[in-house]
C-alpha cells in the first residue's frame, strides 16, 4: 500500500468515526429531547380535583392513601385547615372514592393492602368551592342545590322546613334507606366567610345560617359513619362550629402533617422524569433542581413538633414541573389584596411579619378578628410555623420559601408606595444593577421615586412608613443579590453586598446626613466587612421634611 493509499484509508477510518461519534452526539441530544418532553407523556394532576378523574385517565398520584386509611379507622369527625390550592379537596374525592367502594380506584396503591373489606356507604358531599358569596342569597341558592339534590336521591319531600330541619332529614333518610351509615364531606365550610370579611353584617348573616346548618352533624351523630370537613381557617376561629365539640382538629397533627401537600422524598420517588427534564431545560443539575424547588416552593410546616417533614406547594410543584420552568404559580393564582389591606387598617408593622411571635391560643381564637391579622395570615399560606416553645406555648412565624416571600412583599409594595405593582421588579432589579455597577448616586435617586408625592405628615406613623418602604425595597432586593436589613440596636439600617462592592446604609428621618455618616464610623458598622476584600462603601442619607423624601445624602469609600 503507498503513502497516498495508506492516507487516504486513515482519512476514510477518521471519517468512519466521526460519523460514529456524531451519531451518538445526536442520540445523546434526543435523550435529553426526550427526557425535556417527557411531561408531554406522563400526565401532571394540575388542578384535578376528582380522584376518579386522576386514577382512570392515569394521571400521576402522590399516594396519600396509607393516612386516608388511617383516618377512617379512627372514625372520629375531624376537621382540616390547609391553605388554598394544597390538595383538600382532592383529599375529600378519595374519601368519597372509598366510601363508595370504587375498590379498582385504588389499584396499586397503599390502601389496597391495608383494606380488606370494602363496604358503599351512603356520602353527602357539600362543596362550598364554586360561588362567589356577595350576598345571603348566594349562600342559600347554594345549599339549596345541595339539599335539593339530595333529596331528589333520597325521594324526601322538602316541605316548610328550614335548611338544617332538611339536612338532618336527609341524613336520617340515607341511613335507612341503605342500611349504613351516613359519610358527610364538607369542602372549604368557610368560603362564604372568607368572602365577606370586610361585610361583618353579611358575615354574621352567613354565621347563624352556616352554624345551624353544621350543628346538624352534632344532632344525627347516631346516622353519622364518617365526618371529615375542610377549609382554609380554623373552624374555631370563625365561631361556625362553637356546638361541635366532637370535631378532632387534626390540622397541627405530627402524623397528618403531609397529608395534604409534598415531601421531597414523595417528589423525587413519583416524578423522577419529570424533574430530569426541568434540569437538561434549565440547564441545570438535577441536584440544583431539587435545591431550587426547595427554596421556592418547600418550607411549609403544620405541626409544632419536631421531626417534621417540611412540606413542598403541590400546585407551584406540579406547574414548574409541566411547564419546564421556575415561577411564582401559586402566589399569581391568588392575590392577597384583602389582607395586604387589613395590615394597612391596623398599622401593622410589615417588618414584624416575617419571625413574629404569636401564642398558640391566638391561631385558634374563637373569632376572626380584624385588629389581629397575623392569623388570618398564617391560615391562608402567607406564613408558616418555623418554631416553637413548648414551655411558653409560643410560636415563631414566617415565610415559607422564596415565592410567598418575595411575591407577598412585591404585592405588597403599591399599598405603601407611589410605585404601581407593574413597576416595582423593574424598580428592584435596576436597583441590583446599579449596586453592582458601584453607582450609589444612580441608586439613590431611583430610590426616591419610592417616596414621590408621599401623602403623609411628618409623625410618628410617617416615620415608621418611611421604614417600611426601606425594608420593601431592601428585602426585594434580596431576590438578587445579599441585602440585609437590620433592626437591632447597634446595627446598620440596610446592608447590601455584591461580587465586587459591599454597601453600608444609615438613613436619618430627623438628622443630617452627616450624622448618618458619623454613625456608621463611631459605631463601627464596617468593621465585620474590613477583612472581606470587596470595596467598602458607606451611605449616610437624611430625609428633607419639607419635601417628604429623600434629602441629602453622603458617599464615602
Same mark, same amino acid.
Given at each position: 500500500?503507498?503513502?497516498?493509499?495508506?492516507?487516504?484509508?486513515?482519512?476514510? =477510518?477518521?471519517?468512519?468515526?466521526?460519523?460514529?461519534?456524531?451519531?451518538?452526539?445526536?442520540?445523546?441530544?434526543?435523550?435529553?429531547?426526550?427526557?425535556?418532553?417527557?411531561?408531554?407523556?406522563?400526565?401532571?394532576?394540575?388542578?384535578?380535583?376528582?380522584?376518579?378523574?386522576?386514577?382512570?385517565?392515569?394521571?400521576?398520584?402522590?399516594?396519600?392513601?396509607?393516612?386516608?386509611?388511617?383516618?377512617?379507622?379512627?372514625?372520629?369527625?375531624?376537621?382540616?385547615?390547609?391553605?388554598?390550592?394544597?390538595?383538600?379537596?382532592?383529599?375529600?374525592?378519595?374519601?368519597?372514592?372509598?366510601?363508595?367502594?370504587?375498590? /379498582?380506584?385504588?389499584?396499586?396503591?397503599?390502601?389496597?393492602?391495608? *383494606?380488606?373489606?370494602?363496604?358503599?356507604?351512603?356520602?353527602?358531599?357539600?362543596?362550598?368551592?364554586?360561588?362567589?358569596?356577595?350576598?345571603?342569597?348566594?349562600? *342559600?341558592?347554594?345549599?339549596?342545590?345541595?339539599?335539593?339534590?339530595?333529596?331528589?336521591?333520597?325521594?324526601?319531600?322538602?316541605?316548610?322546613?328550614?335548611?338544617?330541619?332538611?339536612?338532618?332529614?336527609?341524613?336520617?333518610?340515607?341511613?335507612?334507606?341503605?342500611?349504613?351509615?351516613?359519610?358527610?364531606?364538607?369542602? /372549604?365550610?368557610? =368560603?362564604?366567610?372568607?368572602?365577606?370579611?370586610?361585610?361583618?353584617?353579611?358575615?354574621?348573616?352567613?354565621?347563624?345560617?352556616?352554624?345551624?346548618?353544621?350543628?346538624?352533624?352534632?344532632?344525627?351523630?347516631?346516622?353519622?359513619?364518617?365526618?371529615?370537613?375542610?377549609?382554609?381557617?380554623?373552624?374555631?376561629?370563625?365561631?361556625?362550629?362553637?356546638?361541635?365539640?366532637?370535631?378532632?382538629?387534626?390540622?397541627?397533627?405530627?402524623?397528618?402533617?403531609?397529608?395534604?401537600?409534598?415531601?421531597?422524598? *414523595?417528589?423525587?420517588?413519583?416524578?423522577?422524569?419529570?424533574?430530569?427534564?426541568?434540569?437538561?431545560?434549565?440547564?441545570?443539575?438535577?441536584?440544583?433542581?431539587?435545591?431550587?424547588?426547595?427554596?421556592?416552593?418547600?418550607?411549609?410546616?403544620?405541626?409544632?413538633?419536631?421531626?417534621?417533614?417540611?412540606?413542598?406547594?403541590?400546585?407551584?410543584?406540579?406547574?414548574?414541573?409541566?411547564?419546564?420552568?421556575?415561577?411564582?404559580?401559586?402566589?399569581?393564582?391568588?392575590?392577597?389584596?384583602?389582607?395586604? *389591606?387589613?395590615?394597612?387598617? $391596623?398599622?401593622?408593622?410589615?417588618?414584624?411579619?416575617?419571625?413574629?411571635?404569636?401564642?398558640?391560643?391566638?391561631?385558634?381564637?374563637?373569632?376572626?378578628?380584624?385588629?389581629?391579622?397575623?392569623?388570618?395570615?398564617?391560615?391562608?399560606?402567607?406564613?408558616?410555623?418555623?418554631?416553637?416553645?413548648?414551655?411558653?406555648?409560643?410560636? $415563631?412565624?414566617?415565610?415559607?420559601?422564596?415565592?410567598?416571600?418575595?411575591?407577598?412583599?412585591?404585592?405588597?409594595?403599591?399599598?405603601?408606595?407611589?410605585?404601581?405593582?407593574?413597576?416595582?421588579?423593574?424598580?428592584?432589579?435596576?436597583?441590583?444593577?446599579?449596586?453592582?455597577?458601584?453607582?450609589?448616586?444612580?441608586?439613590?435617586?431611583?430610590?426616591?421615586?419610592?417616596?414621590?408625592?408621599?401623602?403623609?405628615?411628618?409623625?410618628?406613623?410617617?416615620?415608621?412608613?418611611?421604614?417600611?418602604?426601606?425594608?420593601?425595597?431592601?428585602?426585594?432586593?434580596?431576590?438578587?443579590?445579599?441585602? /440585609?436589613?437590620?433592626?437591632?440596636?447597634?446595627?446598620?439600617?440596610?446592608?447590601?453586598?455584591?461580587?465586587?462592592?459591599?454597601?453600608?446604609?444609615?438613613?436619618?428621618?430627623?438628622?443630617?446626613?452627616?450624622?448618618?455618616?458619623?454613625?456608621?464610623?463611631?459605631?463601627?458598622?464596617?468593621?465585620?466587612?474590613?477583612?472581606?476584600?470587596?470595596?467598602?462603601?458607606?451611605?449616610?442619607?437624611?430625609?428633607?421634611?419639607?419635601?417628604?423624601?429623600?434629602?441629602?445624602?453622603?458617599?464615602?469609600?
Amino acid at each position: 500500500m503507498n503513502k497516498d493509499n495508506v492516507f487516504t484509508h486513515i482519512l476514510d =477510518k477518521i471519517q468512519s468515526e466521526f460519523v460514529i461519534f456524531a451519531r451518538i452526539i445526536v442520540i445523546l441530544k434526543m435523550k435529553v429531547v426526550m427526557n425535556a418532553s417527557v411531561n408531554m407523556l406522563r400526565k401532571l394532576p394540575i388542578g384535578i380535583q376528582s380522584f376518579e378523574k386522576l386514577r382512570s385517565e392515569g394521571f400521576l398520584y402522590v399516594d396519600k392513601t396509607a393516612l386516608v386509611f388511617r383516618l377512617v379507622q379512627a372514625g372520629a369527625p375531624c376537621f382540616l385547615s390547609r391553605p388554598r390550592r394544597f390538595g383538600k379537596s382532592l383529599l375529600l374525592s378519595t374519601f368519597e372514592a372509598y366510601f363508595k367502594g370504587q375498590k /379498582e380506584l385504588f389499584k396499586g396503591l397503599a390502601i389496597e393492602q391495608l *383494606e380488606q373489606n370494602w363496604f358503599e356507604y351512603p356520602v353527602l358531599h357539600l362543596d362550598l368551592n364554586a360561588e362567589k358569596y356577595d350576598s345571603k342569597e348566594r349562600l *342559600e341558592k347554594m345549599l339549596e342545590f345541595h339539599l335539593t339534590r339530595w333529596e331528589t336521591q333520597y325521594g324526601i319531600d322538602k316541605g316548610t322546613m328550614t335548611f338544617s330541619g332538611r339536612f338532618a332529614t336527609i341524613i336520617q333518610q340515607a341511613y335507612e334507606q341503605n342500611g349504613r351509615r351516613v359519610v358527610v364531606l364538607v369542602d /372549604e365550610y368557610d =368560603k362564604p366567610m372568607l368572602q365577606s370579611f370586610d361585610n361583618p353584617e353579611l358575615q354574621d348573616d352567613y354565621r347563624k345560617t352556616l352554624t345551624a346548618f353544621y350543628t346538624v352533624l352534632k344532632s344525627t351523630d347516631a346516622y353519622l359513619q364518617f365526618v371529615f370537613i375542610t377549609g382554609v381557617t380554623k373552624f374555631a376561629q370563625m365561631g361556625i362550629f362553637s356546638t361541635l365539640n366532637q370535631l378532632n382538629d387534626i390540622s397541627f397533627d405530627l402524623e397528618y402533617n403531609a397529608l395534604c401537600g409534598m415531601t421531597c422524598p *414523595e417528589i423525587e420517588a413519583t416524578f423522577a422524569p419529570e424533574l430530569q427534564a426541568l434540569a437538561a431545560q434549565t440547564e441545570a443539575t438535577y441536584d440544583n433542581v431539587v435545591e431550587q424547588l426547595t427554596r421556592q416552593y418547600d418550607g411549609y410546616r403544620f405541626t409544632p413538633s419536631k421531626g417534621f417533614a417540611p412540606i413542598y406547594n403541590p400546585f407551584s410543584v406540579l406547574s414548574a414541573l409541566d411547564k419546564l420552568r421556575f415561577g411564582d404559580y401559586w402566589f399569581a393564582s391568588g392575590t392577597p389584596t384583602f389582607l395586604v *389591606e387589613i395590615l394597612k387598617k $391596623t398599622d401593622f408593622d410589615l417588618r414584624e411579619l416575617d419571625g413574629i411571635e404569636v401564642s398558640s391560643v391566638s391561631l385558634s381564637d374563637d373569632r376572626a378578628n380584624i385588629g389581629n391579622p397575623v392569623p388570618m395570615i398564617y391560615q391562608s399560606g402567607y406564613l408558616t410555623i418555623k418554631s416553637y416553645d413548648p414551655k411558653f406555648r409560643v410560636y $415563631t412565624l414566617g415565610f415559607p420559601n422564596e415565592e410567598v416571600k418575595y411575591g407577598f412583599l412585591n404585592f405588597a409594595t403599591p399599598f405603601y408606595t407611589p410605585v404601581s405593582s407593574t413597576d416595582t421588579s423593574f424598580y428592584i432589579g435596576k436597583f441590583v444593577r446599579e449596586r453592582c455597577n458601584g453607582d450609589v448616586e444612580a441608586f439613590l435617586t431611583r430610590l426616591s421615586c419610592f417616596f414621590a408625592d408621599f401623602p403623609y405628615e411628618l409623625n410618628s406613623k410617617m416615620e415608621r412608613h418611611y421604614q417600611v418602604v426601606f425594608y420593601l425595597v431592601f428585602k426585594l432586593m434580596g431576590q438578587f443579590t445579599q441585602a /440585609e436589613v437590620r433592626t437591632a440596636i447597634g446595627r446598620a439600617d440596610a446592608v447590601v453586598k455584591t461580587a465586587n462592592y459591599i454597601y453600608v446604609f444609615e438613613f436619618k428621618l430627623e438628622g443630617r446626613a452627616e450624622d448618618a455618616l458619623r454613625q456608621i464610623d463611631e459605631k463601627a458598622y464596617m468593621l465585620p466587612y474590613s477583612v472581606d476584600g470587596r470595596k467598602l462603601i458607606k451611605v449616610g442619607v437624611s430625609f428633607d421634611a419639607e419635601k417628604r423624601n429623600l434629602g441629602k445624602w453622603i458617599i464615602k469609600e
